[in-house]
T-cell receptor, first 109, second 112 residues
């Protein structure tokens, strides 16, 4: 079967760095997406990786290793507004998105 | 710029009543359209997707249906709601199959 695993919840301190991991097992691979979702709101797109390596976008970076079925989202200089759930999703060989359950990130002052 | 509208934001419906959720996209032509459901603490579950007018693919057998009467309009319906239909429903669009999806505000449906 297809599976996306990410931690249920993480806690970090304002101003610090946090890494949210995602491992996947899917039938084929056409890219990996990270989304941010604040409570009660719709997900918003953060990043897309289809090749191995690190993609940097301001305070957020996303890494992919296709051979290991692994990705992480790195958030630097954490701000209180970064408190949200972070969803990892993989596009399989049929171009269908398989979603993880999300990691709830709690930022403490 | 492209925008997606989804309504209503919240809905409380009795068991056995019908449902109609509407989603429209502006600023783009021939988008791929999606309906997702998200249960509390769970990932998004794809319900339906459409690559063109009248073309609907169903991912999960259930008492829900979808229609795409116009290029940028996607409707989720049910003839008789069940308690298990409660959840957060999200409409989304993408330019192509392998590009990011953009989501509407979502509809929180509570079936009582």
């Amino acid at each position: 079967g297809q599976n996306i695993d990410q931690p249920t919840e993480m806690t970090a301190t304002e101003g610090a760095i946090v890494q949210i991991n995602c491992t996947y097992q899917t039938s084929g691979f056409n890219g990996l997406f990270w989304y941010q979702q604040h409570a009660g709101e719709a997900p918003t797109f953060l990043s897309y990786n289809v090749l191995d390596g690190l993609e940097e976008k301001g305070r957020f970076s996303s890494f992919l290793s296709r051979s290991k079925g692994y990705s992480y989202l790195l958030l630097k200089e954490l701000q209180m507004k970064d408190s949200a759930s972070y969803l990892c999703a993989v596009m399989d060989s049929n171009y269908q998105l398989i979603w993880g359950a999300g990691t709830k990130l709690i930022i403490k002052p | 710029s492209q925008t997606i509208h989804q309504w209503p934001a919240t809905l409380v419906q009795p068991v056995g009543s019908p449902l109609s959720l509407e989603c429209t996209v502006e600023g783009t032509s021939n988008p791929n359209l999606y309906w997702y459901r998200q249960a509390a603490g769970r990932g998004l579950q794809l319900l339906f997707y459409s690559v063109g007018i009248g073309q609907i693919s169903s991912e999960v057998p259930q008492n829900l249906s979808a229609s795409r009467p116009q290029d940028r309009q996607f409707i989720l319906s049910s003839k008789k709601l069940l308690l298990s239909d409660s959840g957060f429903y999200l409409c989304a669009w993408s330019v192509r199959e392998n590009t990011e999806a953009f989501f509407g505000q979502g509809t929180r449906l509570t079936v009582v």
